[in-house]
């Protein structure tokens, strides 16, 4: 499933299918994971140290392992490798069979545009196509240069608004940060106090969420771009 080829001046790789990549998902499930198991001690906790050691640990074993086969298969499977040329824009799924190539998905040149929709999506006009990128450092810079060079209409208004708006921006990245911390660290609180999962830092971190979704908002607000326009 792994492939580590590829030149700095070939085609540029998104989201590249290598051993570092699907190791880093692999390090996210598990901690989603841990979560899961955790949120499920809370309610189960009566019942859960009441069991024999062995078989507690069975139990905890076999709720994480799922978990972590589960979510890691999700994330694979979402996640798309995309490779820009200088006349076409192909993908790959990371679970495609292993010396797969990618398979063309658009022709490039004058008569693309792509938008900087969101934070980590962006659209390919007239096709539509969407590309989320991962926030692994220099993606964006390298998609812009590679269309730049494909002879493609770059739409940046995002990465122009969050130029302008450092400030804000970094919040919405803050926001974010807690929201996750404070939604990580809820089921330990939960078994320290004896009480279940406790309401309020699950309302902390989903006000902390729609703060860094309204704060990424914002941009559509002040300029949504037209594709295709000017």
Not at 109 to 135: A, F, Q, S
Not at 145 to 162: C, L, S
Request: charged share 15%; proline share 7%; with cysteine.
């Amino acid at each position: 499933m792994i492939d580590s080829s590829g030149a700095s001046d070939g085609p540029i790789r998104l989201n590249p299918r290598t051993w570092w990549s699907v190791a880093a998902h692999a390090g996210l499930a598990a901690v989603l994971a841990c979560w899961m198991v955790l949120s499920g001690f809370v309610p189960q906790a009566g019942w859960l140290w009441s069991l024999q050691g062995s078989d507690r640990l069975a139990w905890v074993i076999f709720t994480w392992a799922s978990s972590f086969l589960v979510i890691w298969r999700v994330a694979l499977g979402r996640t798309i490798e995309w490779t820009v040329t200088s006349g076409a824009l192909r993908r790959r799924r990371w679970l495609s069979r292993p010396g797969r190539q990618p398979w063309t998905v658009a022709t490039l040149g004058p008569g693309t545009e792509i938008v900087h929709e969101t934070r980590y999506r962006w659209r390919v006009w007239p096709t539509g196509i969407e590309i989320y990128l991962w926030p692994w450092p220099g993606q964006t810079t390298r998609l812009i240069g590679a269309m730049d060079r494909a002879g493609v209409r770059v739409d940046d208004f995002r990465g122009d608004w969050e130029r302008e708006h450092r400030r804000l921006s970094t919040l919405a990245l803050l926001a974010y940060g807690v929201a996750v911390a404070v939604l990580l660290a809820t089921p330990a609180i939960g078994i320290a106090l004896g009480s279940g999962l406790p309401v309020l830092p699950l309302v902390a971190s989903v006000g902390a969420a729609v703060l860094g979704q309204e704060i990424d908002r914002s941009p559509w607000k002040s300029s949504k771009p037209s594709p295709q326009d000017g």
